[in-house]
């Protein structure tokens, strides 16, 4: 079953989390997202990959929204039989010094156009193994930091092991932030030197060797953000069964992964000969937070086929065919694209998306009215309150130019600020009734976040920068030639041009000003105020009345929806960021 993928060596990509279709719950969000569009893009190339992940049989969580706004958290199991093959090979890793054995299913992914590609989901749901080591590969993101790191041994080291196992030849590593590092530790283990060769104080490891075989992708502008074990725990967690050796030599550990605690990020910067941030920006970022290390920056691209809606791909396939596989050619959407035929079929998806609002929630949206979009994980950072900080100035704005919004978004369940902004932003739905109408959709997944980012009209996102790593709904709302209306953090400061693309909300930050102090993670704050503000008047002087509402001339709007496409569809997608990763990262 797996000989036409062992026949050619693939570039091998661990990540965490993956969305692979509808109904298969092993992504929680952007980051699994965009393992998904790469692998999309890949199947598309045909530019030879295995992608490596783990099972999630009990899913991420499925959200329920109980009448005060709280979140109510649901398992989300799935069952791998019935959309994936089981591996005929299993292998072993060490977790707390008992062997837990590591199986894993065969998800093939295809393409449209008849590429495939392999995704192993790795699984410890054995007989063979302890009640507790069958539950490691269960819940995404789930469970304590032993857990986690158990987790992480898995992935890491167990997907490596895997791979050797069914005889996949890997020429190149890809890790997909800092979770997977650990398969740069197996990597260490297979490239050492025999102890006879070494003279006192030789490295162990070939570690140039190791460097040369990995890349690295990291996601996360802030410190805090990594993923850190104590070596007390690593030590407890990677010991070998009946031995007190160390899995790697101890000292060689802590000059790779840092002295104080095992930092995953630092240990895949040191393993990895090529490093990429999402964003020009979050490269920079991350440059300053790790001195010394060459981050370089392909920026983030969503897969065009998987987020168009169908009303425009027949409109593209019409007008710009081979976009699908040339996204470039949309850069001529502009030229060739009848503004009454785009029009029509982004009425089209709105229609789409306002059935399943009212499905959904029992909210009648207008069709007639311009609709804000803004879903995403809800966290602090992502400020799905900074919209309503005054309700007056919102009514009062809504008075002249009546709008409406749909929100969507899950919070990860020990985020206490996250799940209270979910609260407080039903309580604003609730105080604006008589003014906004305001849909806030339950359960925002791979499904719904198709139907929004297509069938709003603006795409709203209001970030705390420097923390967008990149963001890329925003870039899916631009295949749909949906414009976004943006805080200028990640992918926006390159993406944004004004009035031409979308809009920006504020002015550009100032290069390093929000960054200085990275390692603490403060941002630097605007006035208070300042940021809403510059919100509602972007909203009311320059976008609600370009909204062709009841009969005004569409022609503005539509130059903007045309420069979303043209500009950013043509550019932000997968394909170009898989081109790029294949000749700078995986060929060098
Ligand atoms: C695209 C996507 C995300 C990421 O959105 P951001 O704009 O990066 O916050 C999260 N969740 C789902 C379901 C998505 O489709």
Known sequence: M??????????????????????????????????????????????PMVAVSLVSRAGYFRQQIDSHGRQIEHSDPWDPSTRARPLQATVAVPVEGRLVWVGGW????????????????????????APQDRRITHWLYGGDETYRLAQEVVLGIGGVRLLGALGFQIRHYHMNEGHSALLGVELLRRHAYPPEDLLPGDSRYDVPLVRELCSFTTHTPVEAGHDRFSYELVARVLREPGSDQDFVEAATLKR??????????????????????????????????????????????????????????????????????????????????????????????????????????????????????????????????????????????????????????????????????????????????????????????????????????????????????????????????????????GWWLEGCIEGVTGWAIGSAPIAGADAARPDTGTPGAAAPGAESNALYDKLEHTVLPLYPAAGRDPSGWIRVMKGAIAKNAAYFNSHRMMRRYATEAYLR
């Open 256 to 489: 790779l992964a840092g002295g104080d605690d095992l930092n995953m990020t630092r240990l895949a910067l040191n393993l990895s000969e090529y490093v990429n941030g999402v964003a020009e920006r979050h490269a920079e970022v991350s440059r300053r937070m790790f001195p010394g290390y060459r981050v370089h920056a392909i920026t983030n691209g969503v897969h065009p086929f998987t987020w168009v809606h169908a009303s425009l791909r027949r409109l593209y396939d019409r007008h710009v065919p081979s976009w699908c596989h040339e996204p470039e050619l949309l850069g001529r959407a502009d030229a060739l694209v009848p503004d009454a035929d785009l029009w029509a079929a982004h009425l089209e998806a709105k229609a789409a998306l306002l059935d399943a609002v009212r499905q959904l929630t029992g909210v009648a949206l207008d069709p007639g009215l311009p609709l804000l979009g803004f879903a995403r994980r809800m966290t602090a950072y992502k400020r799905p309150d900074l919209l309503f900080t005054d309700l007056e100035r919102l009514r009062s704005i809504a008075h002249t130019h009546p709008f409406q919004v749909v929100l969507g978004g899950k919070a990860h369940p020990r985020d206490v600020e996250g799940k209270r902004l979910i609260e407080r932003v039903h309580l604003h739905l609730r105080e604006l009734r008589d003014s906004v109408v305001i849909a806030y959709l339950p359960n925002y997944d791979f499904e719904l976040a198709k139907l929004l980012v297509a069938g709003s009209d603006v795409w709203l996102n209001t970030p705390l920068p420097p923390l967008e790593a990149s963001g890329t709904s925003g870039m899916k709302a631009a295949c749909n030639g949906v414009p976004q209306l943006s805080v200028l953090d």
């Open 2 to 47: 797996l000989t036409e993928f062992i026949v050619t060596p693939r570039i091998a990509y661990f990540s965490m989390e993956i969305a692979l279709a509808s109904g298969i719950p092993t992504y929680a969000g952007g980051l699994g997202m965009l393992a998904g569009d790469t692998l999309r893009s890949a199947a598309d190339l045909g530019l």
């Open 106 to 129: 065969l998800y093939v992914l295809e393409s449209h156009v008849g590429g495939r590609q392999p995704v192993l989901l790795l699984d410890t749901d054995l007989a063979d193994n």
